[in-house]
């Protein structure tokens, strides 16, 4: 690609007031309004300090900076440029929306919190957020160690996360997060959480897994239900919030004496080889051929808890891992094993439950999508307005999201980054005519206009008949 003109002919100039950068998040904003954001802040959030007051088009204007791509507070002030306020209303400086931030206290987060859980159920009525959910979904469990600089973080501490497989020790705060997806459905936020970086992953857990059962209930996951979580989450508070609730569990152990006395027990006839990364299907046989197998048996958990002991399914796989110390050339013939377990009321068979475990990766997707958007910073010094700059980050995505399954099916599991890209960062110019009418004019031919307008026309009325 060229340039048609010189440098000496090429001239530029910030003048047009009429031009707007983000012309997408018109029709995200009318989604959130379709879906009463500002009337739940108004019922939900109580701010007690003058600097909390006009909370619904504050909140608002913090969710919408973060869709046109804002990672931090600064970052807002894209709202304030060309013809943004022809379109929008109530748009805040960023001084004023980190003041209102930091006015905050650890219950007004709660009470965002609430907004967000809410909002999901109603972005689930009105768009194809979360199809199946009816059937069968999964909520996710999981923390993330997110990394902070400095030494002005309220609550910021060294906790282990896992860089490259490796666990290792990182300064910063510590996010619990729960996501709610389907086999047909990419997943949304039901809740977060943010703790002090020295928090184990469990800590509040039981509790925030029932928050999150009661969200995904509300978001439509009225059939079959079952929670995940990796071996922090083996607890019997957890399965218990679980059972209480009535969704199923299935949740990675921790390999203690007594899960391998479990195994050890397995008889060696109990195996079966499953599709697993170099498998082979023998045709002939009707069987996989793989170094990996799997095997369950029942195991009672938590038997020395008073009236806690749960008793279910132990479902194991094992992989074959070659000794190190065994005669080169020999290596099959002195192969051990690594086994990995999971604890689980799943009601699907062995090698579909075994394999639906695995599946819990996917709220690292998540993760990474927050750390790749609005969450790649904590952007302030005081602990309230970082974990309420977190829950407006999962409010951002659970639009984004609702969104995309608005734009096609392509855009509907696509990344944040991409649905910004594509769907929010679109240039517009802004024309007024007739009575109070406006209409955008975005660029022609623009790669993405069909799935724009998809996401456009789902959230206007039509217009009005003509009468002769």
Sequence with gaps: MRLFHAPARTHASFDDERVIAYAGLEPVVRLAERCDLDRLIDEHVAIADPLGVN???KISSIVAGMAAGADSIADLDALRHGGMDKLFDGIRAPSTLGSFLRSLTWGNVRQIEKVSRELLGRLAAHTPLLPGAGTVAF????????????????????????????????????????????????????????????????????????ESITAARAAGATGILVVRGDSAFYAAGVIGACRRAGAHFSVTVKMDPKIKAAIAAIDEDAWTAIEYPDAIFDEQAGCWVSDAEIAEVTYTAFASKKKQAVTARLIVRRVKRLNPKSVIGQDELFSTYRYHAVFTDSPFHLVQAEEQHRDHAVVEQVFADLVCGPLAHLPSGDFAANAAWLTCAAITHNLLRAAGCLAGPVHAKARGATLRRRLIAVPARLARHGRGHITLHLPQHWRWQAAWMNVFDAVHDPPPALVA
């Design 55 to 57: 909370a619904a088009a």
């Design 139 to 210: 909520l996710d469990v999981d923390s993330m160690q997110k990394r902070t600089y400095g030494y002005n973080k309220q609550g910021a501490a060294f906790g282990h996360t896992k860089i490259q497989g490796k666990s290792v020790l990182v300064r910063g705060l510590n996010v619990l997060a729960s996501v709610l997806s389907t086999p047909l459905a990419a997943p949304v936020i039901t809740g977060t959480r943010l703790r002090g970086g020295k928090a184990n992953s469990a800590r509040g857990a039981e509790s925030f897994v029932a």
